[in-house]
Structures are given as structure tokens and as C-alpha cells.
């Protein structure tokens, strides 16, 4: 496991913690939404923490807060949602909804926040 220091930036955590140029079945995809809008849209009922394999109860102990509810403002005045979750994982859906942010890929991702281009080699060497 990679240990960072928190926080770090950009092309440290690209060349430590994702690994760019690595080999996976894959292509890696990267969501991005603007802080305020995410904190407007995103809600979570817990419901991805319940068992899936059909036995009842939680895979893992709940957490003490509450759960997560969309406030929706607008012009997406979705107050109240309780799971937009799935639709934050979802990289091919939702993508012309601002409230899910865009998505990019890999390359795309690192070459606007100041990753990487090219042979794999991440921001500066000192980063």
C-alpha cells in the first residue's frame, strides 16, 4: 500500500497512488464536479452497504452520522434525494447533467489537473 502525505499534490499522487501507465483490463475513468455542486447533489441512503448475497443485515457496521441527503437547488431542485450514489459511479450515464460533474479519462484527467503526458512520466520529477 502507498502512503501519501495529506495533502499532496497532483502529480505526486498521479505517480505514486494511480500508476499511470500500468496495465489494467480497463481504462481507468475519472469523475470530476465542482465541490458546491457535488455538496447540493449528492445523497446516500447507505443502501450499497447492504449484504448482497441475500442474507440480511449490513456488510459492514454503519456508520454514527446520519446518512447523506441531497439539499438540491436550483435549477436541479432534487431537495430531498436520498441516493444519487449509483449515478456518481456510473462513467457512461449522466454525463450531459451537470449535477454529476463530467468524466474523463485517464489522459484527459492528468493532462488538465497537470499529470501527465505522453511516456507515462507524471508532473514534475521532484513532485
Not at 499511470?20 to 480497463?26: C, K
Request: charged share 20%; net charge positive; glycine share 12%.
Amino acid at each position: 500500500m502507498v502512503q501519501l502525505p495529506k495533502p499532496c499534490a497532483l502529480a505526486l499522487y498521479a505517480r505514486r497512488g494511480l500508476g499511470p501507465g500500468s496495465s489494467f483490463r480497463l481504462a481507468r475513468k475519472f469523475r470530476v464536479v465542482p465541490a458546491a455542486v457535488y455538496l447540493e447533489h449528492f445523497g446516500s441512503d447507505r443502501s450499497h452497504m447492504w449484504n448482497q448475497d441475500g442474507v440480511p443485515g449490513w456488510s459492514k457496521p454503519v456508520p454514527p452520522y446520519p446518512t447523506i441527503v441531497a439539499r438540491g437547488k436550483a435549477p436541479f431542485p432534487n431537495n430531498g434525494q436520498v441516493n444519487s450514489l449509483p449515478r456518481y459511479w456510473d462513467m457512461e450515464a449522466f454525463t450531459d447533467d451537470a449535477r454529476y460533474g463530467r468524466v474523463y479519462s485517464e489522459e484527459d484527467f492528468l493532462a488538465l489537473f497537470g499529470g501527465v503526458i505522453g511516456n507515462g512520466a507524471v508532473g514534475p520529477a521532484d513532485a
